[in-house]
């Protein structure tokens, strides 16, 4: 009974990873127009600059994390004039294919460069592996702990940014229709260099929390991750933001209880076989798509 | 990776089928990449009946291919009427989700694959009557009405509605024959290199030919033609330290052609010129008749 519980944690941690990597991507989507196959790639090469800075600071915990927002954030800044012209022509299949480009490149330098290939681990005081809770068999530890919490933390921060401030209201605006938007006053090109702030921002937030969570990273984990966001957009529907956060958590929980009952890695194709089943069923996504 | 003239022609006829097979749904409006799942179903289901069970290489390549085009069929009836973004993803968990199905099978042979795939000596004579008759095949689609059509789907798809163009029915057809393209060259593959494993079908193989299409042309066959050879080569003749990155470059060039050119290097344009020039030219030599002279109306 308590391994049902710490499994759902488990779940439910996994899942709010997945929802963070959701939270940016839609937002990218529905205010800069482009599908950023490579958003979860600049994600996990955050975690290997903050793995870098662990060991050149010789463990500091807080300056890791530092490195890992602002390099996330860097990146976005940096990939933004990339999309710059596609955001222009609003041409969402092409973006979708140059972001395949860029999410190679990526793989390529994490998987040959960055620590000759070899996964990297992140030691026990950073992952908080370290168990807090013990209730009976079942064991939660501080990252699942932190990671949860921090990312209810971080979506109420945004949905507040979405729905109370003016800045959100714009955002919102160009989400629904960005020619009209344009027409009210509102800064389309300012505004959706600003989702790729916001993107960045949160990105190198969840791959603080990836860190704490996984405790390890590798070259193609980006691809990984990259799929599965993509399957639970797909299964929530193209830029529905709450949809994809619930589909997220309940990706993370199937995919925690596949991995413990089911042999072999059909845990990765649970998620694909989902996405498979909506869309004979209901193709546009079980909350409807947006885009 | 040291090859024979005859085994990198062999390859190329593989990678021009394929992506030809990446080609023609895009021309129909969908990214579609299934071809590598029924690429796989072609190689493993050849491989399994020529090694295993003894048969001929023609019977073993009709089946597979035959086991493709069904599989890709029976794919198309739920996917045809899906829109592109749901295509793309819908086809690339198609191919993770056969990857970790034939992992998982084991007189398939498992994460180590199947070896010792019996040799087709006629292979490389084969493999280009293929491509020429695809080629042909291909030509004659577009320049018919069914090409007309795939014009103007790619324009305006409620155009292409109004005017009578069963818009589904159109894309069934493209992915079942992009289909029997990759099961062809799953066969093929699966005998010009007598092993094949799991990790073979998968985005490499896809990243490889989305970047071949899109430098070469999204809007004319021959950009595949010419370019296959010149890009593939690159993993081939460059020096090891190089080629290894490869997937690097290719993403690189996918960016650079997008955002300069996105219409790729051999467009209508092109294909124009380099035929005006050659007619002019075929007429300076003698071997084409000269233009005749406009009759002069009398007044």
């Given at each position: 009974?308590?391994?049902?519980?710490?499994?759902?944690?488990?779940?439910?941690?996994?899942?709010?990873?997945?929802?963070?990597?959701?939270?940016?991507?839609?937002?990218?989507?529905?205010?800069?127009?482009i599908f950023?196959f490579a958003?979860?790639?600049?994600?996990?090469?955050?975690?290997?600059?903050?793995?870098?800075?662990?060991?050149?600071?010789?463990?500091?915990?807080?300056?890791?994390?530092?490195?890992?927002?602002?390099?996330?954030?860097?990146?976005?800044?940096?990939?933004?004039?990339?999309?710059?012209?596609l955001?222009?022509?609003?041409a969402l299949i092409v973006s979708m294919v140059v972001s395949l480009g860029i999410s190679v490149?990526?793989?390529?330098?994490?998987?040959?460069?960055?620590?000759?290939?070899?996964?990297?681990?992140?030691?026990?005081?950073?992952?908080?592996?370290?168990?807090?809770?013990?209730?009976?068999?079942?064991?939660?530890?501080?990252?699942?702990?932190?990671?949860?919490?921090?990312?209810?933390?971080?979506?109420?921060?945004?949905?507040?940014?979405?729905?109370?401030?003016?800045?959100?209201?714009?955002?919102?605006?160009?989400?629904?229709?960005?020619?009209?938007?344009?027409?009210?006053?509102?800064?389309?090109?300012?505004?959706?260099?600003?989702?790729?702030?916001?993107?960045?921002?949160?990105?190198?937030?969840?791959?603080?929390?990836?860190?704490?969570?996984?405790?390890?990273?590798?070259?193609?984990?980006?691809?990984?991750?990259?799929?599965?966001?993509?399957?639970?957009?797909?299964?929530?529907?193209?830029?529905?933001?709450?949809?994809?956060?619930?589909?997220?958590?309940?990706?993370?929980?199937?995919?925690?209880?596949?991995?413990?009952?089911?042999?072999?890695?059909?845990?990765?194709?649970?998620?694909?076989?989902?996405?498979?089943?909506?869309?004979?069923?209901?193709?546009?996504?079980?909350?409807?798509?947006?885009? | 990776?040291?090859?024979?003239?005859?085994?990198?022609?062999?390859?190329?006829?593989?990678?021009?089928?394929?992506?030809?097979?990446y080609?023609?749904?895009y021309?129909?409006?969908?990214i579609?990449v299934?071809?590598?799942?029924?690429?796989?179903?072609?190689?493993?289901?050849?491989?399994?009946?020529?090694?295993?069970?003894?048969?001929?290489?023609?019977?073993?390549?009709?089946?597979?291919?035959?086991?493709?085009?069904?599989?890709?069929?029976?794919?198309?009836?739920?996917?045809?009427?899906?829109?592109i973004?749901?295509?793309n993803?819908?086809?690339?968990?198609?191919?993770?989700?056969?990857?970790?199905?034939?992992?998982?099978?084991?007189?398939?042979?498992?994460?180590?694959?199947?070896?010792?795939?019996?040799?087709?000596?006629?292979?490389?004579?084969?493999?280009?009557?293929?491509?020429?008759?695809?080629?042909?095949?291909?030509?004659?689609?577009?320049?018919?009405?069914?090409?007309?059509?795939?014009?103007?789907?790619?324009?305006?798809?409620?155009?292409?509605?109004?005017?009578?163009?069963?818009?589904?029915?159109?894309?069934?057809?493209?992915?079942?024959?992009?289909?029997?393209?990759?099961?062809?060259?799953?066969?093929?593959?699966?005998?010009?290199?007598?092993?094949?494993?799991?990790?073979?079908?998968?985005?490499?193989?896809l990243l490889?030919i989305i970047c071949?299409v899109f430098i070469?042309?999204t809007?004319?066959?021959?950009?595949?033609?010419?370019?296959?050879?010149?890009?593939?080569?690159?993993?081939?003749?460059?020096?090891?330290?190089?080629?290894?990155?490869?997937?690097?470059?290719y993403g690189?060039?996918l960016v650079?052609i997008l955002t300069?050119?996105p219409?790729g290097?051999?467009?209508?344009?092109?294909?124009?010129?380099?035929?005006?020039?050659?007619?002019?030219?075929?007429?300076?030599?003698?071997?084409?008749?000269?233009?005749?002279?406009?009759?002069?109306?009398?007044?």
């Amino acid at each position: 009974m308590e391994l049902l519980f710490a499994q759902i944690i488990n779940g439910l941690a996994l899942g709010s990873i997945y929802g963070l990597l959701i939270l940016g991507f839609t937002l990218l989507l529905l205010v800069a127009g482009i599908f950023h196959f490579a958003y979860p790639h600049m994600v996990v090469f955050a975690i290997y600059i903050a793995w870098l800075t662990l060991n050149a600071t010789a463990g500091n915990v807080a300056l890791a994390s530092l490195a890992a927002i602002g390099g996330s954030l860097g990146m976005a800044i940096a990939i933004e004039p990339i999309f710059r012209p596609l955001t222009k022509r609003a041409a969402l299949i092409v973006s979708m294919v140059v972001s395949l480009g860029i999410s190679v490149v990526f793989t390529d330098i994490m998987s040959r460069v960055l620590h000759r290939g070899v996964p990297i681990g992140f030691p026990l005081y950073f992952t908080g592996k370290a168990p807090i809770i013990t209730v009976g068999l079942a064991v939660i530890s501080r990252g699942q702990l932190l990671t949860v919490v921090g990312s209810i933390i971080t979506v109420v921060i945004f949905l507040y940014l979405l729905y109370r401030t003016s800045t959100g209201r714009s955002l919102r605006a160009i989400a629904q229709n960005s020619f009209v938007a344009q027409l009210v006053g509102i800064p389309v090109v300012r505004t959706s260099r600003l989702s790729y702030l916001i993107a960045g921002l949160v990105g190198g937030l969840t791959a603080v929390f990836i860190a704490m969570f996984l405790g390890c990273s590798y070259g193609t984990l980006g691809d990984m991750l990259a799929l599965k966001v993509i399957c639970v957009a797909l299964f929530a529907g193209m830029g529905n933001l709450v949809g994809g956060l619930i589909c997220a958590l309940i990706l993370g929980v199937v995919e925690t209880f596949v991995i413990g009952y089911l042999p072999g890695d059909w845990s990765n194709a649970i998620a694909f076989a989902m996405v498979m089943v909506v869309i004979l069923w209901k193709p546009d996504g079980l909350f409807g798509s947006r885009v | 990776m040291e090859l024979t003239a005859s085994s990198f022609l062999v390859f190329v006829a593989i990678y021009i089928l394929l992506s030809w097979a990446y080609y023609l749904p895009y021309r129909s409006g969908q990214i579609y990449v299934a071809f590598v799942v029924t690429m796989l179903m072609g190689a493993y289901s050849s491989a399994y009946l020529a090694r295993d069970m003894g048969w001929p290489f023609p019977l073993a390549f009709l089946t597979g291919v035959g086991i493709g085009a069904l599989s890709s069929y029976v794919m198309g009836l739920a996917l045809a009427r899906l829109r592109i973004l749901q295509v793309n993803v819908a086809t690339l968990a198609l191919i993770f989700i056969a990857q970790t199905v034939v992992r998982n099978i084991d007189f398939l042979g498992g994460t180590v694959g199947m070896f010792h795939i019996p040799r087709v000596t006629y292979l490389l004579a084969f493999a280009w009557v293929v491509v020429v008759i695809t080629g042909v095949f291909i030509y004659r689609l577009e320049h018919s009405r069914l090409g007309r059509a795939l014009e103007v789907i790619n324009i305006n798809e409620g155009l292409a509605s109004s005017l009578g163009i069963d818009i589904r029915k159109l894309r069934l057809f493209i992915q079942t024959c992009s289909g029997i393209l990759g099961a062809i060259a799953g066969v093929i593959y699966s005998f010009a290199i007598n092993a094949i494993q799991p990790t073979t079908f998968g985005f490499g193989l896809l990243l490889s030919i989305i970047c071949f299409v899109f430098i070469g042309g999204t809007t004319s066959l021959w950009g595949v033609v010419v370019f296959v050879p010149i890009l593939w080569s690159i993993g081939i003749f460059l020096p090891p330290a190089i080629a290894a990155w490869k997937y690097c470059i290719y993403g690189i060039m996918l960016v650079a052609i997008l955002t300069l050119r996105p219409q790729g290097a051999i467009d209508r344009p092109v294909l124009r010129v380099l035929s005006l020039q050659s007619r002019a030219w075929l007429r300076r030599l003698g071997v084409v008749r000269t233009i005749k002279e406009p009759r002069k109306l009398d007044k």
